[in-house]
């Protein structure tokens, strides 16, 4: 049993970042990929909020860099624009944003990591460090749809 639940975000609404579209698949792991209409380029970052249900949301945050290392944490906060109370190592975390492919963000959390949640839902922001433009999805601050197991 597994679900899959796509957002599409509007094209033209930021400049140098620019989300399209936003797939999250809920199985053994989370995973979320995210689609631009403009290339990836250095000086980007990726963050993603995840919430697993009842408690305060978000519950999770990650975000890195394309092309850079990854470290496999998950910052534990309460809202969107808390600093990580704490991390926590999740192993088998992977996170994808390369600036010399054509393939979408990425990134897989097990759901161990998450404390295996029924449901999941992900809110996503793409920031340029240089231009200083965001781009939300599916808007700012905001969560997309229920994803279920």
């Known amino acids: 049993m597994a679900d899959t639940r796509v ?30 209409v403009v290339p990836l380029a250095a000086g980007q970052v990726y963050a993603f ?18 092309n850079s290392d990854f470290d496999d944490s998950l910052g ?35 759901r161990r990591c998450l404390e295996d949640p029924r449901k999941v839902r992900v809110a996503v922001r793409f920031e340029d460090e240089t231009t200083g433009a965001t781009d939300w999805a599916p808007d700012r601050r905001t969560f997309g749809p229920w994803v279920r197991r």
């Open 76 to 110: 534990l906060v309460r809202s969107f624009g808390d600093r990580p109370s704490r991390s926590v190592r999740c192993r088998g975390m992977r996170a994808r944003a390369d600036i010399f492919s054509d393939a979408p963000v990425s990134l897989r959390i097990p």
């Open 49 to 66: 909020w995840i919430d697993t249900g009842p408690r305060p949301r978000p519950n999770y945050h990650v975000s890195f860099r394309a």
């Open 7 to 36: 957002f599409d975000d509007p094209v033209g609404d930021s400049t140098s970042v620019d989300i399209s579209r936003v797939r999250v698949v809920h199985r053994d792991s989370v995973t979320v990929r995210v689609r631009s």
